[in-house]
């Protein structure tokens, strides 16, 4: 699929203004050199990905004004009876990231991916965790994870991982430039509860999934060396 088809079709529908659409096109190859460069880092091919036209705020409740910016969204989806994972992209970190923060984020993603493989290897998600907390979502992201260092061979993007995720996701700079040249005129959003932001397969769903195992004993070797690195940090 072309990454760039939703955004080219809300560009043509009048919804994203031509200085913002030439302002992604001009920095997507940086998002392309993100995934090359997790590629090469991993040994694992990038799931599909793709730019969303919006950007994606999160609130703990609809009547809410604390809202949070989700950049990137990792997205279990079913096409013709196919599973398939997406990464959502959305165009404000396109457009407005460094270079840096973009590949930090499309990092933690994969982790997300890595993940949600992990545990439909095992048959372990009939439902992920659900928090309406901000602070409590963060934790839980943080903890249940594979170890950056147990996946990636890359020291400068461990170091953008280490630097823009400390404890969740932060980067003033960006989130300013959002709001300011994106939510604040009026371009196109989507609300997403955070306790909507969820992952729930059947058990049928999951029955049909058909991984190669090649790639399921790579995801035991990363958690075995992910398990490792964490009991160091304990002792």
């Known amino acids: 699929m072309d990454p760039l088809i939703r955004l080219k079709d809300a560009h043509q529908s009048g919804l994203i203004p031509d200085d913002v659409f030439d302002l992604v096109l001009k920095r997507f190859p940086i998002t392309v050199s ?3 460069r997790i590629e090469k880092a991993s040994g ?3 799931p599909i990905a793709y730019v969303e036209p919006s950007i994606v705020l999160s609130s703990p409740n609809p009547n809410s004004y604390e809202y949070g910016i989700l950049f990137a969204r990792t997205i279990p989806v ?39 493989m992990r545990k439909i290897s095992k048959m372990d998600l009939l439902s992920d965790e659900i928090s309406g907390n901000l602070f409590e979502n963060v934790y839980a992201d ?16 461990l170091d953008h991982i280490t630097k823009r995720f400390p404890a969740g996701f932060r980067d003033y700079k960006l989130e300013d430039k959002a ?9 196109p959003k989507n609300n997403v509860a955070l306790d909507a932001n969820t992952v729930k397969l059947s058990i049928d ?10 790639f399921i004993k790579k995801i035991d070797e990363l958690e075995q060396k992910s398990n490792k690195l964490r009991k160091k940090k304990l002792y």
């Open 78 to 116: 079913s096409f013709e009876g196919q599973f398939q994972v997406v990464i959502q992209i959305t165009a404000p970190l396109v457009a407005y990231g460094l270079k840096g923060t973009i590949h930090a984020i499309l990092a933690h993603e994969f982790l997300h991916y890595l993940e949600l």
């Open 142 to 157: 943080e903890t249940r994870l594979f170890e950056p260092r147990a996946v990636f061979n890359d020291r400068t993007l």
């Open 34 to 36: 993100g995934i090359n």
């Open 44 to 46: 694992i091919r990038y």
């Open 205 to 214: 769903s999951l029955s049909k999934i058909k991984l190669d195992p090649k």
């Open 179 to 187: 709001i300011k040249y994106w939510v604040d005129k009026n371009l």
